[in-house]
Each structure stands twice: as C-alpha cells, then as structure tokens.
C-alpha cells in the first residue's frame, strides 16, 4: 500500500543558518570590488524592500513592534537576547549573535563589515518612522552588540 505524506515548509522548523554565511561571503565581495558605501547601499535597499511590512506596523505600533520583531527573530534563530522597553526607547542586548557564531564555528568568514547586518539594517527600518536605530555597541568576534531604538526628537 503507498502512502503519501503532504508537508509545507512551514511544516519543518525554521533554519537558515547558512544563509548567514552566503550573506557574509557576499559583503566581503561587495567591500572588496565596490568598498564599504556598496555595502551599506545594497543593505540599505533590501532593509526597504524587505522590511516594509515591519516599518508598517512600527507607524501603527510604535516600539512593541520592534520587540515582538526581535523576540520572534532571536527565538528562532536561537539567540540569548534580553530587552528594556520604555515609551520612548527599546534597548537590545545580545549576548552573542546566532549567526556569527555558526560562521564561526563552522569556518565560514565572517566579513569585516558584517556589523553593518544590525547597525545599516535597524536604521532603515527606521527611516520614516519616529524612531531611530544606534549601534552602541559591537564584539566583531562574537556578534555581542547592544542596539538602541529610541524616539526621534521633534
């Protein structure tokens, strides 16, 4: 008798780790050929393009999108993070970063501007929002960095 199994992708557990390390060996090629304003404008436009739908709710939400966001990113790639949320500002803190980690760990490079995945990513998604992104601070070895979100002043 056969037996037919139906399964989705949503059916497996999320991993990508991997992607990571594509993305990495990308930077390091962009910095290379075209130098590091390449980088921050190719991450720059898929940030945009990619993160539409969070800068939406972020207009509709205000910072609780933003965590719930990074909650739902650092569980599934899983992260060790801790956040403070006040009215006017959510801080991030990640005791290292999944990603880097894994490239690490499994030999992969990881490009001299990686950092630029948290600190060019979170200040476009910021961009049109009252909200902005800082990169306070970043262990190039292990990805530990604290991100501020705080609201823009008038």
């Known amino acids: 008798m056969k037996q037919i199994m139906l399964r989705t992708a949503a059916d497996n557990p999320y991993l990508h780790k991997d992607f990571h390390a594509a993305l990495s060996t990308a930077l390091i090629y962009l910095e290379e050929r075209y130098g590091a304003d390449a980088v921050r ?8 393009a ?3 739908p969070l ?3 972020i207009l509709q939400r205000g910072l609780p999108a933003l965590q719930e966001h ?3 990113i650092y569980q599934i790639e899983g992260g060790d993070v801790t956040f403070e949320l ?5 801080t991030i803190h990640v005791a290292a970063c ?3 980690m ?3 760990q499994h030999d992969r490079p990881v490009a001299p501007l990686f950092y630029e995945t948290t600190r060019t990513v979170n200040e476009a998604i910021c961009e049109g929002t009252p909200f902005r992104a800082e990169l306070l601070a970043y262990d190039d070895r292990t990805g530990r960095s ?5 609201r823009r002043s008038p």
């Open 41 to 48: 404008a190719y991450l720059r436009q898929f940030a945009t």
């Open 50 to 52: 990619f993160y539409g």
């Open 55 to 57: 800068k939406q709710d």
């Open 70 to 72: 990074f909650a739902r």
């Open 86 to 90: 006040t009215d006017d500002a959510l």
């Open 98 to 100: 999944p990603a880097v």
């Open 102 to 104: 894994h490239m690490r």
């Open 146 to 150: 604290t991100v501020r979100f705080s």
